[in-house]
């Protein structure tokens, strides 16, 4: 677990609690193998849960209790095979629009950094007034929190995204008044908004416009989205976003059946 940042931890701790401890917490690590984790992953399954994590999650735990002694043998664990993966979305560019006309105040900055920026949630808020420097239109993307720990940004590097005409008043208006170590995103009350605010927000925003109900890291999938679409160069993409390989970038490019079909039409030209 210390070698993940403390959101993953968070994350894989409350999986463990929740699942693996109500399933296993009762047995001997020598009784888990296979049939006993393919009726875990069954009894999933039948929930509407995700499998895959789950299972990978009952590996790792085996596998680090083998690797201290404390099995004689690492357990026939199933690997599950990758489902086949559903032909991604992103939002649209009028979806994106109706989103920033609606929001207002710290929402509307935050919902624009990310768009516009591709800011990851928590390094939208992190985000302090110096790291905006408007003179030469850049943003310096310096740190991220991670649960409510502040840390670098994920990839472990500090990038430079530049200011977009669409984002420049947002910016404009979110720093004034503002002292350079304040950060941008912030309630009405001087606070940092929490991860799960943010989201709260976005969904009621969404529920009062009745839009679809876009996940604010569908947000960042538009930028990266629209960026391809624009027929930026890949791996411009990827330093934009701050990811760690091409590899990651691509995941996140949102193709849809149309930009497929537009795609194979120029095979005719």
């Known amino acids: 677990m210390p070698q993940y940042r403390p959101a993953t931890r968070q994350r894989y701790s409350a999986l463990f609690k929740q ?9 001997s690590l020598d009784d888990i193998g296979q049939k ?8 999933l399954q039948q ?25 004689e043998s690492m357990p026939d664990v199933p690997r599950l095979e990758r489902e086949g993966r559903k032909l991604p979305e ?13 929001s207002e105040g710290w929402l509307r900055h935050a919902v624009a950094l990310t768009a516009f920026a591709g800011l990851r949630q928590g390094e939208v808020r992190a985000i302090e007034v110096r790291d905006v420097d408007l003179k030469q239109d850049l943003i310096r993307v310096r740190r991220a929190f991670s649960d409510q720990e502040v840390l670098t940004p994920k990839s472990g590097n500090e990038r430079i995204v530049p200011i ?9 208006e979110a720093v004034r008044g503002k002292l350079p170590m304040a950060r941008i995103v912030i309630t009405a009350t001087g606070r940092t908004p929490t991860r799960q605010y943010v989201l709260a927000a976005l969904k009621k925003l969404e529920e009062r416009i009745k839009t679809r109900p ?27 976003a701050g990811h760690s390989s091409l590899a990651v970038t691509q995941r996140y490019m949102h193709a849809t059946a149309n930009d497929l079909k537009e795609a194979m039409s120029k095979l005719n030209k």
């Open 19 to 27: 699942h693996l401890l109500n399933a296993f917490g009762s047995k």
């Open 36 to 43: 006993e984790v393919r009726a875990f992953a069954g009894g």
């Open 164 to 172: 977009v005409p669409d984002l420049r008043p947002i910016l404009v």
């Open 47 to 71: 929930r509407g849960i995700q499998v895959r994590p789950l299972v990978n999650l009952v590996r790792t735990v085996l596998r680090a209790a083998f690797e201290l002694g404390l099995l």
């Open 90 to 102: 992103a939002p649209s560019d009028e979806d994106v629009e109706q989103i920033l006309k609606a």
């Open 214 to 240: 876009w996940s604010f890291h569908a947000l960042r999938h538009y930028f990266i989205t629209a960026l391809s679409r624009r027929g930026v160069f890949i791996e411009a993409v990827r330093l934009l």
